[in-house]
């Protein structure tokens, strides 16, 4: 099976309020901190902005649904979306209410991205999941949330979730069927589980190659079903700079503090860095390997957030401009 796939590049931000330092070190985010940094996104022309999810981590971190409802005030053009929700930590029915609510909020524009973590044990630890069952509450819990999605009473009787009979929860998703659903991994499983029930693919620390061959996975367990358009995307770690190596530099600092680990040489396996030709070249190797759905982490320290979000929108965008208007 060949998936369906969107026929432009379509470029985000990842991120609202992060901080870089330990946990350790007092932050308080600002209303206007947000609003400024939607505000720069919106009018620098990408085209989405998503937030990601973890109960404990080794740098502070918001929830991402609130993050994105307070966000959908800002800007009425963003795609928003998470990434990724750890759906395996929460009961699907509450979270079925929250995504319902913000697809409302959001006007439709609305991508729910999930996954199952694992990088943190003890946060599974910490919501009573046992982290062999995290595959299985993620299939689970899709499963209960495209009920929900129907707007009709909906029953439920399942490994880890009800039994429930009945139970109607009104009003239905903003989008026809609900949100799409884009599912994180990289395991022969988490693909096939793509393959059998994702709208799309979020996958991160990834090389192209490595994305060929995911993709080439999913569409083999997608066999037999029918897709309209199936979303691919990618968070990619991405620093501008006048070098290479200042480049480097920077997203080592970052992602090593944030993974507590040292990430030099994932940096240079994984990353996008450089001058905004390497970085535009970066970006055209995942394209052309089926990538249309591009989500800049742009790394280095948090003062310089917004420096890079603008260097990146007025350097890297037009060269990639050929992908990303239609012919």
């Keep these: 099976m060949t998936l369906p796939l969107d026929t432009k590049l379509s470029i985000g931000v990842q991120t609202i309020h992060r901080r870089t330092e330990p946990a350790t070190a007092p932050w308080e985010p600002r209303i206007d901190e947000l609003l400024e940094l939607v505000q720069l996104v919106d009018r620098s022309g990408y085209a989405s902005l998503w ?3 973890h109960i404990s981590y080794a740098i502070p971190i918001l929830d991402p649904m609130l993050q994105l409802a307070q966000a959908a005030v800002v800007s009425r053009r963003l795609i928003l979306g998470t990434s990724v929700l750890l759906l395996p930590l929460r009961h699907p029915t509450p979270v079925a209410k929250q995504v319902t609510t913000l697809d409302h909020l959001t006007e439709g524009r609305f991508i729910l991205g999930v996954g199952v973590g694992g990088e943190f044990p003890n946060e599974y630890a910490a919501c009573g999941v046992p982290l062999n069952e995290r595959g299985a509450r993620l299939g689970e819990g899709v499963a209960v949330l495209r009920k929900f999605f129907s707007g009709e009473p909906v029953s439920h009787d399942g490994k880890f979730y009800g039994p429930f009979t009945d139970v109607a929860m009104r009003p239905g998703p903003r989008q026809p069927g609900g ?3 884009w599912f ?4 022969d499983a988490a693909l096939r589980r793509i393959g059998r029930i994702g709208d799309g693919w979020l996958s991160y620390v990834l090389t192209p190659e490595m994305y060929q061959a995911g993709l080439t996975k999913i569409a083999a367990a997608a066999a037999g079903r029918t897709i309209k358009n199936f979303g691919t995307s990618h968070l990619l770690f991405t620093r501008v700079d006048d070098t290479y190596e200042k480049s480097l530099d920077a ?4 992602l090593s503090v944030r993974y507590a680990m040292d990430f030099r040489r994932a940096a240079q396996r994984y990353c996008a ?3 905004p030709e390497q970085v535009a070249e970066r970006i055209r190797e995942f394209h ?5 759905h591009v989500i800049l982490d742009l790394l280095g320290p948090y003062e310089e957030r917004q420096r890079q979000i603008a260097w990146f929108a007025a350097d890297v965008a ?3 401009r050929d992908l990303t208007h239609p012919a």
Excluded: Y
Aim: aromatic share 0%; glycine share 16%; net charge positive.
């Design 318 to 320: 037009p060269l990639l």
């Design 51 to 53: 937030a990601g999810d």
């Design 273 to 275: 860095l450089g001058r």
């Design 251 to 254: 997203a080592t600092e970052t």
């Design 288 to 292: 052309a390997v089926g990538l249309r």
């Design 184 to 187: 994180a991994g990289r395991s």
């Design 179 to 181: 949100p799409p659903i």
